[in-house]
């Protein structure tokens, strides 16, 4: 399988040394079709480690194969939550986080209060959409347009990524080239989407030098935005964890 998503991942627990004996050891078996785990290290009570571009852990939305979290959670009695957060190697053009959390104990995936998944996307450029999918989007002037649950592959949640005015004001030494672009074209606009900034260089208002610079920007807050979604495992899960159950340290530095 050849480069296709970049997963950095975190589990956390009370068991380190453990769990990342576990994932080695689930990483070395032949039985398992799982992404490749690369620098793999301990941190207080979490394991990072990464794919360096070639799959992810919990989902992947074009290729079935076996899930490193899944096992994982199959495999390890004790409390246990892990996140990870994909960009595209290709062409994409989104970004995806999964999350597992479980209680103590073995694993009961139709029990709610025993565990948990969660999938959310973050979609860089509309125009991947198909018009059906266009069709589905659920519109908002000033916030970001979204998906159901389920709609776009099988995540939870999906959005269109954009950024309100207000905030580009507010962030315009984060994003230079974009509150630039916006000084030069923009007209009273609520929100700045990417296929926004497409049109602004098909009319030829921006070269695509602008583009390139802005995007990259785009795909940065991204990044960063996607970072911070383990909260949502943490703030839904009704099952119990231990008093001590740690949290995720991955968090966007923007």
């Given at each position: 399988?050849?480069?296709?998503?970049?997963?950095?991942?975190?589990?956390?627990?009370?068991?380190?040394?453990?769990?990342?004996?576990?994932?080695?050891?689930?990483?070395?078996?032949?039985?398992?079709?799982?992404?490749?785990?690369?620098?793999?290290?301990?941190?207080?009570?979490?394991?990072?480690?990464?794919?360096?571009?070639?799959?992810?852990?919990?989902?992947?939305?074009?290729?079935?194969?076996?899930?490193?979290?899944?096992?994982?959670?199959?495999?390890?009695?004790?409390?246990?939550?892990?996140?990870?957060?994909?960009?595209?190697?290709?062409?994409?053009?989104?970004?995806?986080?999964?999350?597992?959390?479980?209680?103590?104990?073995?694993?009961?995936?139709?029990?709610?209060?025993?565990?948990?998944?969660?999938?959310?996307?973050?979609?860089?450029?509309?125009?991947?959409?198909?018009?059906?999918?266009?069709?589905?989007?659920?519109?908002?002037?000033?916030?970001?347009?979204?998906?159901?649950?389920?709609?776009?592959?099988?995540?939870?949640?999906?959005?269109?990524?954009?950024?309100?005015?207000?905030?580009?004001?507010?962030?315009?030494?984060?994003?230079?080239?974009?509150?630039?672009?916006?000084?030069?074209?923009?007209?009273?606009?609520?929100?700045?989407?990417?296929?926004?900034?497409?049109?602004?260089?098909?009319?030829?208002?921006?070269?695509?030098e602008e583009l390139y610079l802005a995007?990259?920007?785009?795909?940065?807050?991204?990044?960063?935005?996607?970072?911070?979604?383990?909260?949502?495992?943490?703030?839904?899960?009704?099952?119990?964890?231990?008093?001590?159950?740690?949290?995720?340290?991955?968090?966007?530095?923007?």
């Open positions: 399988m050849g480069v296709s998503w970049y997963s950095h991942a975190e589990v956390i627990s009370l068991e380190a040394e453990k769990i990342k004996q576990l994932i080695e050891e689930i990483d070395r078996n032949n039985d398992y079709d799982t992404s490749y785990v690369r620098d793999l290290r301990i941190e207080d009570n979490s394991v990072f480690f990464n794919s360096g571009g070639y799959g992810c852990y919990g989902y992947d939305p074009r290729y079935c194969r076996d899930y490193l979290f899944e096992i994982l959670l199959e495999r390890y009695k004790g409390a246990i939550a892990c996140f990870e957060y994909v960009k595209p190697c290709q062409s994409q053009y989104y970004y995806f986080t999964t999350s597992f959390i479980k209680s103590e104990g073995e694993v009961d995936w139709d029990d709610e209060e025993n565990c948990l998944v969660h999938k959310q996307a973050l979609i860089i450029d509309e125009d991947i959409l198909d018009d059906d999918e266009k069709e589905m989007l659920n519109r908002e002037e000033s916030g970001r347009d979204w998906f159901e649950s389920e709609e776009f592959f099988d995540f939870q949640w999906a959005w269109i990524w954009s950024i309100a005015v207000e905030s580009l004001f507010e962030q315009k030494h984060k994003m230079p080239s974009l509150y630039s672009i916006y000084q030069k074209c923009g007209n009273n606009e609520a929100k700045i989407t990417t296929s926004l900034l497409y049109s602004w260089c098909g009319d030829e208002q921006i070269s695509e995007i990259n920007e785009c795909q940065l807050d991204c990044l960063h935005t996607i970072q911070n979604f383990w909260d949502t495992i943490l703030n839904d899960f009704e099952g119990e964890l231990p008093d001590n159950f740690p949290s995720f340290k991955t968090k966007s530095d923007d």
